[in-house]
């Protein structure tokens, strides 16, 4: 497998522009891949994967799989009677989990890399979060915010791939993450209890309480249900890039975005409160 580079400019650190960025986002200087989309013809600099290198089959993962699925048209709760918010949270659920477990495979081949024979165990699903295994975290976490590292042999190559598809999971997911927050709002009991029993005729009603969630999902930690691969991403990691917090290694979203989670427009929810207090609008 062909891996392509941009060439870098001269490094301040090192006098040579010999070095890999660690450092979100990856587009800047690649890498590009040939079997995933166009190279841009300054992209000069080819490398070769070793010939047992994982990474082959990890990428066809994301390319394949689940970057397709990520940027799939994300269902609007305003437009689905109540009988479907479970399912919307489920498939939301689904999406996110698969991003998780891909991250867990980076976070995997990262520590290995690093490493070498002195690897740590990965941590069982349960446990990958920085609070319950530090030493885990400290690596990977190292490791995707290394910055300059300069080019010493194929292994440095890989590990900045690892980090590219680790962050590229991450952050694509990020819409369907903040659906998760949104819909764990809207389905919990506080919501039902307080709704006007037909408010799902009215388009007003409905649409103010998925407002009214998705704002309030961003001011309060969510907490799913224990011991799923979406109850076990929600502690705090490090910023990898412009929408960072909530996860596990890497289910991570901005606290500071505040921004509507399905980008709606924030206006919608002054509207929403008034249609709330008047149901018959």
């Known amino acids: 497998m062909q891996i392509y580079l941009k060439p870098r400019p001269i490094s301040r650190k090192y006098g040579h522009s010999n070095y890999l960025t660690f450092k979100y986002p990856f587009d800047n200087y690649g890498p590009f891949f040939a079997d995933y989309g166009t190279i841009p013809s300054d992209a000069t600099e080819v490398y070769t994967v070793r010939l047992y290198s ?6 066809s993962k ?9 940027d799939a048209e994300v269902p609007d709760p305003n437009k689905l009677p109540r009988s479907k918010w479970g399912s919307l949270l489920q498939l939301a659920v689904a999406k996110v989990d698969s991003s998780f477990y891909f991250q867990l495979e980076c976070e995997d081949h990262i520590v290995r890399l690093v490493k070498g024979d002195r690897a740590l165990a990965p941590p069982p699903k349960s446990r990958r979060t920085a609070d319950l295994s530090p030493e885990w975290y400290k690596i990977v976490y190292s490791t995707l915010l290394r910055g300059e590292v300069e080019v010493g042999d194929d292994a440095d190559l890989e ?3 690892w980090a590219y598809l680790y962050s590229e999971a991450n952050e694509r997911v990020h819409i369907w993450r903040g659906l998760r927050a949104e819909m764990i709002q809207l389905t919990r009991p506080f919501f039902a209890a307080h709704l006007p029993s037909a408010y799902t005729d009215n388009f007003g009603l409905l649409k103010a309480a998925s407002a009214i969630a998705s704002v309030f999902a961003t001011k309060t930690p969510i907490e799913p249900p224990p011991l799923t691969p979406s109850s076990m991403d929600e502690n705090k990691s490090p910023c990898l890039g412009p929408s960072s917090s909530s996860s596990h290694a890497g289910d991570v979203d901005n606290d500071n975005d505040n921004r509507p989670f399905r980008r709606r427009n924030r206006s919608v929810v002054l509207f929403c409160s008034h249609t709330l207090n008047n149901p018959t609008v």
């Open 54 to 59: 994982p990474l082959p089959a990890s990428l």
């Open 62 to 70: 994301l390319y394949n799989e689940l970057l397709p699925s990520f």
């Open 159 to 161: 590990l900045f791939v």
